[in-house]
């Protein structure tokens, strides 16, 4: 599967945006995705995950509150709304898939397909 991201821009603190990520084929509804982000100097972490049903959804503890991540298998995409944005929110968003399985998954190398990341910049 291939993965679109696309949705970043430059905000100010407290403002909105919302990230989308289009897979191609016709497997993505079997598929658990993630959004994940990565600061300069920093290590790629998990911000967001969904279950390939959408009943399960897993946050970041620094996020939860403010981001929902949301999928709609009729167009193969998956979305992160991201309100109430901070200046620590800067960094380069990638969304990843992963076959689901019997346990939900959040960690970054249990994942096995990555889009090309969108840049998410907040000023103060």
């Known amino acids: 599967v291939q993965l679109q991201a696309s949705g970043g821009g430059l905000v100010q603190a407290g403002g909105s945006l919302r990230l989308s990520c289009a897979a191609s084929?016709?497997?993505?509804?079997?598929?658990?995705m993630g959004w994940f982000r990565q600061a300069p100097g920093n290590e790629r972490e998990v911000v967001a995950a969904?279950?390939?049903?959408?009943?399960?959804?897993y946050y970041t503890d620094s996020v939860k509150g403010r981001f929902t991540i949301s999928r709609d298998d009729a167009k193969n995409t998956v979305y992160l709304q991201m309100n109430s944005l901070k200046p620590e929110d800067t960094a380069v968003y990638y969304c990843?898939?992963?076959?689901?399985?019997?346990?939900?998954?959040?960690?970054?190398?249990?994942?096995?397909?990555w889009g090309q990341g969108t840049l998410v910049t907040v000023s103060s």
């Open positions: 990843a898939g992963r076959s689901s399985g019997l346990f939900f998954r959040t960690s970054s190398n249990e994942y096995d397909y």
């Open positions: 084929g016709r497997t993505f509804s079997t598929y658990d």
């Open positions: 969904i279950r390939k049903s959408g009943t399960s959804t």
